[in-house]
C-alpha cells in the first residue's frame, strides 16, 4: 500500500474510532473524543471499552491483536491504536 492510500486509511479509521468511542465506548458523552485525546488516565475507557475497542480494530483491520499489546501505550489515544493496526496490517 502507498504513503498515500495509508494516510488516508490511517484518517478514516482515526474517524471511525472517534465516532465509535463517542457513541458506544465513552464514560462522558459530553467529552468530544479527538484523536490525541488520553482516554484511560482521564476515564473516557474503561477496561471493557478497551475491549470493545480491541474488537473495533480487528474487525475493521482484519487484524489479530494479541493481549500482550493491550496496553497503555497502544490504547492510551485513537492516534496510537491507530499506529497499532497500521503496524499489525503491514506485517500481516
Known amino acids: ?21 463517542d457513541s458506544e465506548v465513552s464514560l462522558d458523552p459530553d467529552t468530544p473524543v479527538k484523536p490525541d485525546t488520553d482516554l484511560l488516565t482521564t476515564g473516557l475507557v474503561d477496561s471493557l471499552g478497551a475491549m470493545e475497542l480491541v474488537h473495533f480494530l480487528e474487525e475493521h ?12 501505550e497502544n490504547f492510551g489515544t485513537v492516534n496510537s491504536m491507530v499506529a497499532l493496526a497500521t503496524r499489525l496490517t503491514s506485517t500481516a
Not at 61 to 72: C, E, F, S
Open 61 to 72: 483491520r482484519n487484524i489479530d491483536i494479541d493481549p500482550v499489546d493491550v496496553t497503555i
Open 1 to 21: 500500500m502507498n504513503d498515500v492510500l495509508t494516510m488516508d486509511a490511517d484518517r478514516e479509521l482515526a474517524a471511525q474510532l472517534c465516532a465509535f468511542i
